[in-house]
T-cell receptor
Framework: GNSVTQMEGPVTLSEEAFLTINCTYT??????LFWYVQYPGEGLQLLLK?????DKGSNKGFEATYRKETTSFHLEKGSVQVSDSAVYFC???????????????FGQGTTLQVKP | KAGVTQTPRYLIKTRGQQVTLSCSPI?????VSWYQQTPGQGLQFLFE???????NKGNFPGRFSGRQFSNSRSEMNVSTLELGDSALYLC??????????????FGPGTRLTVT
């Protein structure tokens, strides 16, 4: 079945360090890919998305490229801040039998802690 | 535009009781999905409603049910609560524009504790 695998955390970085969180997926069809972020005590916020191969999603200095050949969607940021400390989830839209199933499949989440 | 709202934010129930959670989607969004988040299992899909019909369902027992009203608001119900039902229940809404880009916008969640 369709699945998402993320690198295990926690990831601890110093402020202004470079961030990479790895995400690989298994899917039939052509899913859309997403990164969501969850701050303590809150729901999930959509961070960025990509809908087809070679698309690059970007937002707030974060970016990720949809790589179909490696089935990956790694999240990167050039210079992290303390305020980026959160849990990051990689997800794919489950094509299922229809393109509109309303179901996201999530990775297990990666906790990022940025120290001043 | 107001975001997805969920009520209540926190609930404490006893084993065997039932509970109803409510979700109001973003105005204009017609699809509502529900997820359960636990430390052990992560984020798991419960079900999705579109135009008052359940369109997709995850692998949860029949104790978990939901419905959607004509104004797209949705409720989920859990009957005969078990300790393992303690979780953060997240609702997400989407416009469902018929394309592959299926953006879902999440509410803050309802934290359910079963004692």
């Amino acid at each position: 079945g369709n699945s998402v695998t993320q690198m295990e955390g926690p990831v601890t970085l110093s402020e202004e360090a470079f961030l990479t969180i790895n995400c690989t997926y298994t899917a039939t069809g052509y899913p859309s890919l997403f990164w969501y972020v969850q701050y303590p005590g809150e729901g999930l916020q959509l961070l960025l998305k990509a809908t087809k191969a070679d698309d690059k999603g970007s937002n707030k200095g974060f970016e990720a490229t949809y790589r179909k050949e490696t089935t990956s969607f790694h999240l990167e940021k050039g210079s992290v801040q303390v305020s980026d400390s959160a849990v990051y989830f990689c997800a794919l839209s489950d094509p299922g039998g229809s393109s509109n199933t309303g179901k996201l499949i999530f990775g297990q989440g990666t906790t990022l802690q940025v120290k001043p | 535009k107001a975001g997805v709202t969920q009520t209540p934010r926190y609930l404490i129930k006893t084993r065997g009781q039932q509970v109803t959670l409510s979700c109001s989607p973003i105005s204009g969004h017609r699809s509502v999905s529900w997820y359960q988040q636990t430390p052990g299992q992560g984020l798991q899909f419960l079900f999705e409603y579109f135009s008052e019909t359940q369109r997709n369902k995850g692998n949860f027992p029949g104790r978990f049910s939901g419905r959607q009203f004509s104004n797209s608001r949705s409720e989920m119900n859990v009957s005969t609560l078990e300790l393992g039902d303690s979780a953060l229940y997240l609702c997400a809404s989407s416009y469902d524009r018929g394309i592959l880009s299926y953006e879902q916008y999440f509410g803050p969640g309802t934290r359910l504790t079963v004692t």
